[in-house]
C-alpha cells in the first residue's frame, strides 16, 4: 500500500490564482482530512470527511473549498490565493471504528509546501 | 472544543539521555491520546497513543503516561539516539469525535 498520497510537494502561486491540492488514500479509509501547518501552530484542521459525499467544516475553513465524490480521493481546492494561505498542506486519513472495533490512528500524507506571493 | 498545549516548546538532551514532554488538555471527555513524531520535511508518524482506561503504555524506549484527573498526559523517551531529534506532538479527541486537536508541538533537539 502506497498509503497516502499528496500532489504537488511544492507549489508558488501568485495572489488571486486557484489550485486543487490532491489527496489519495488507498487504505479504504472512510474519513480523511486536511491540516495546515504554520511554523509554531501546530495542525490545524480545514476540512474533514467521513465519508465519500459528506464533507465539515474544521477550524480554518475559509478560503479553501473540498469535495469527497469516491472513497479514495479528498481534493483540497484554493479559489483566490491569498498570502495567508502560505503554509505546508497534510492530508491524513483513518478507518471508521464500530463493531467493537477502535480506530483513531490518523495516517498522514508527506504534504504539499504552498507559497502565495 | 478541546484545547490542548504542549510544554516545553523546545528541549535539548545529550544523547543518551531521557526526554519528557508534557501535555494538558481542557475537554475531560477526551479518551484517546496519540503522539506523532515529524521529521524534517515529512508527514506526522504515529508513534505512541494512549486511551483513558489506562495509566501507562510503553513501547520499547518510549512510553506514555495519562493522568486523567490532572487532564495531563506525557511522552518519554529513554536513552536518546541523534534519530530522536524531530518536532513531537500529542493531540487528544473526545469520545465519539471525528477530529483530533494538536498541540503546537514540541522540537527535541538531541546533541550527539
Known amino acids: 500500500n502506497a498509503g497516502v498520497t499528496q500532489t504537488p510537494k511544492f507549489r508558488i502561486l501568485k495572489i488571486g490564482q486557484s489550485m486543487t491540492l490532491q489527496c489519495t488514500q488507498d487504505?479504504?479509509?472512510?474519513?480523511m482530512y486536511w491540516y495546515r501547518q504554520d511554523p509554531g501552530m501546530g495542525l490545524k484542521l480545514i476540512y474533514y470527511?467521513?465519508?465519500?459525499?459528506?464533507?465539515d467544516k474544521g477550524e480554518v475553513p475559509n478560503g479553501y473549498n473540498v469535495s469527497r465524490s469516491t472513497t479514495e480521493d479528498f481534493p483540497l481546492r484554493l479559489e483566490l490565493a491569498a498570502p495567508s494561505q502560505t503554509s505546508v498542506y497534510f492530508c491524513a486519513s483513518r478507518a471508521s471504528g464500530g463493531g467493537g472495533r477502535i480506530a483513531d490512528t490518523q495516517y498522514f500524507g508527506p504534504g504539499t509546501r504552498l507559497t502565495v506571493l | 472544543g478541546e484545547n490542548v498545549e504542549q510544554h516545553p516548546s523546545t528541549l535539548s538532551v545529550q544523547e543518551g539521555d531521557s526526554a519528557v514532554i508534557k501535555c494538558t488538555y481542557s475537554?475531560?471527555?477526551?479518551?484517546?491520546f496519540p503522539w506523532y513524531k515529524q521529521e524534517l520535511g515529512k508527514g506526522p508518524q504515529l508513534i505512541i497513543d494512549i486511551r483513558s482506561n489506562v495509566g501507562e503504555k510503553k513501547d520499547q524506549r518510549i512510553a506514555v503516561t495519562l493522568n486523567k484527573t490532572a487532564k495531563h498526559f506525557s511522552l518519554h523517551i529513554t536513552e536518546t539516539q541523534p534519530e530522536d531529534s524531530a518536532v513531537y506532538f500529542c493531540?487528544?479527541?473526545?469520545?465519539?469525535?471525528?477530529?483530533?486537536?494538536f498541540g503546537k508541538g514540541n522540537q527535541v533537539v538531541v546533541i550527539p
Open positions: 487504505m479504504n479509509h472512510n474519513y
Open positions: 475537554d475531560s471527555a477526551s479518551n484517546y
Open positions: 470527511s467521513v465519508g465519500a459525499g459528506i464533507t
Open positions: 493531540a487528544a479527541s473526545p469520545r465519539g469525535n471525528n477530529r483530533l486537536a
